[in-house]
């Protein structure tokens, strides 16, 4: 059933199954069992997607209502405790190099308080998961629950010992170093800056942004820098700006909070802290 409101909810498998951190076969196969169980289709196949039934139109209000309702009397609940976890959700560059430096010093400030940290690549639902903040890039959507921190800006950085060969041969006589996540930082800088570089998608890439800025650091190469995530590496000069000319992604940096009715009250005070 949580599976059919998840899919119903986002009209996608996908979507779902990157909610519920399952694969889409999983969401299809659950699905399935709950449409033998009714004897009642309540999605139709088609090679675009998935799409509602009338039936299943019909259901998903009560169903969304019904686990909304779990979801508030389980958070009801944990907050019964006299000293919860403060739960914070982030991406893991965000979580690796943005966060911690900010909540050591709500720690100091707040140490009656334990706060915990999960990495996610993907933004939780928080009206859903037991989370009290969660930060993640994104494109702010003007609601009341979201916070934009500042604007998601990049520039290229490297270590300071490849700065001559960069003022005598340009970018291209550097190794460019990749993020999995934000394989396009490269093409999009350099069509925002107009400046052409060779090969642009070649190069090592890693699966943690954190690692890419601990190679940038070691000299490998250079790194399309998120300046909110890398900005106290460049002011303590362990990364430099060879090409001072940034643009941004599009996106924000956002911290998203749970309905009113959902937050705890420590959790306005943590937010502004953050900001």
Same mark, same amino acid.
């Given at each position: 059933?949580?599976?059919? #409101? $998840?899919?119903?909810?986002?009209?996608?498998?996908?979507?779902?199954?990157?909610?519920?951190?399952?694969?889409?076969?999983?969401?299809?196969?659950?699905?399935?069992? !709950?449409?033998? /169980?009714?004897?009642?289709?309540?999605?139709?196949?088609?090679?675009?997607?998935?799409? =509602?039934?009338?039936?299943?139109? $019909? !259901?998903?209000?009560?169903?969304?209502?019904?686990?909304?309702?779990?979801?508030?009397?389980?958070?009801?609940?944990?907050?019964?405790?006299?000293?919860?976890?403060?739960?914070?959700?982030? =991406?893991?560059?965000?979580?690796?190099?943005?966060?911690?430096?900010?909540?050591?010093?709500?720690?100091?400030?707040?140490?009656?308080?334990?706060?915990?940290?999960?990495? =996610?690549?993907?933004?939780?639902? =928080?009206?859903?998961?037991?989370?009290?903040?969660?930060?993640?890039?994104?494109?702010?959507?003007?609601?009341?629950?979201?916070?934009?921190? %500042?604007?998601?800006?990049?520039?290229?950085? %490297?270590?300071?010992?490849?700065?001559?060969?960069?003022?005598? #041969?340009?970018?291209?006589?550097?190794?460019?170093?990749?993020?999995?996540?934000?394989?396009?930082? /490269?093409?999009? /800088?350099?069509?925002?800056? #107009?400046?052409?570089?060779?090969?642009?998608?070649?190069?090592?890439?890693?699966? !943690?942004?954190?690692?890419?800025?601990?190679?940038?650091?070691?000299?490998?190469? $250079?790194?399309?820098?998120?300046?909110?995530?890398?900005?106290?590496?460049? $002011? %303590?000069?362990?990364?430099?700006?060879?090409?001072?000319?940034? %643009?941004?992604?599009?996106?924000?940096?956002?911290?998203?909070?749970?309905?009113?009715?959902?937050?705890?009250?420590?959790?306005?005070?943590?937010?502004?802290?953050?900001?």
């Amino acid at each position: 059933m949580r599976a059919f #409101e $998840a899919a119903a909810r986002h009209v996608s498998f996908v979507s779902a199954a990157e909610e519920l951190n399952v694969t889409p076969g999983a969401i299809s196969q659950h699905v399935k069992s !709950l449409e033998a /169980w009714s004897e009642m289709p309540l999605f139709r196949r088609n090679a675009q997607g998935v799409v =509602l039934t009338q039936a299943g139109q $019909a !259901l998903v209000a009560d169903f969304t209502a019904a686990f909304d309702g779990v979801a508030n009397a389980t958070r009801a609940l944990r907050n019964l405790n006299p000293n919860p976890d403060f739960q914070i959700a982030a =991406l893991p560059s965000i979580a690796q190099l943005w966060l911690p430096k900010r909540l050591a010093k709500i720690r100091a400030q707040l140490p009656m308080i334990n706060f915990s940290v999960t990495a =996610l690549e993907t933004a939780p639902s =928080l009206s859903r998961e037991l989370f009290d903040l969660a930060i993640f890039f994104g494109e702010p959507d003007g609601t009341a629950n979201q916070i934009s921190i %500042c604007s998601d800006d990049i520039v290229p950085v %490297c270590s300071p010992v490849l700065l001559d060969r960069f003022a005598n #041969e340009g970018f291209d006589s550097l190794t460019l170093l990749h993020d999995q996540t934000w394989v396009d930082d /490269w093409k999009t /800088w350099c069509e925002a800056v #107009e400046m052409p570089v060779k090969n642009v998608q070649n190069g090592p890439k890693f699966s !943690l942004y954190s690692l890419a800025v601990e190679e940038a650091k070691a000299g490998a190469g $250079a790194l399309m820098g998120h300046l909110c995530l890398i900005d106290d590496l460049v $002011a %303590c000069g362990e990364l430099v700006i060879p090409k001072n000319t940034s %643009c941004s992604t599009g996106k924000s940096l956002i911290l998203q909070l749970p309905k009113v009715a959902q937050r705890r009250h420590e959790t306005h005070q943590v937010a502004q802290m953050l900001i």
